[in-house]
């Protein structure tokens, strides 16, 4: 009679130590998607902070005296896209204009033009930055896509062996039938607590990222336009006509 009253005890631990090696398995698979997307989510979340930290100094950039000096106020990170930005331009065009006495023996892409020359180096850095910056994204968009699968995989499987126990016990009674297969049912919740954090994520970091990319082809125009004619374009946005352009850095004396 007291063995009667006894409720069955289920949930996670009694999960885990009924299951055989595939139920373990899928449960050590999902905590390594939900640490690597955690991991991944905060160090991206991070780099990110740091590079529009970095995006603030543009400006003060355009009000230094000498190029020098604007690449000390742009920072010395070495993976401040803006300090690779404007060192990758002022490489460009001193190649070109051959500023530093040297002569060079001519090659194939001496034949571009300045303007062209200076573009093809700037877009090759922001590319370069780019890709820099979603390195691993694709490891949140594969948890978000497939930890729901791995869950019901195991939700199945559990079923399954559940199923089986109950036809060799002969006892189909409700109370028998409602434990374990609502219990087999947690490796399904589980794959969605894995993935969704992994797709709110990664959403949030594509958002960040094209807003900072926005801001790195901003000042690529920028410096381009600098570069080809000595001055800076003036911002889309209304200002003075006396602030419009800005005093020109001198590219002779660009050396960091």
Known sequence: MENANVTPTFGIVHLWSQGDGVIRTIAILLLLMSVLSWVIILVKALDLRRHRSQARRVESFWHATDFAEGLDRLGREPDNPFRLLATHGRDA?????RQDGSAPTPQLHDQLDISDWIQRALRHASDDFLARLQSGL????SVGSTAPFVGLFGTVWGIYHALIGIG???????????GPIGEALIMTALGLAVAIPAVLGYNALVRGHKSLMHQVNRFAHELHAYFVTGTRVAAASPAPAASAAVRPLPVANARS
């Open 138 to 141: 694709w490891v949140l968009a």
């Open 93 to 97: 065009a001193s190649h070109l204009r």
């Open 168 to 178: 060799l016990s002969g006892n189909a009674a409700l109370d028998q039938v409602a």
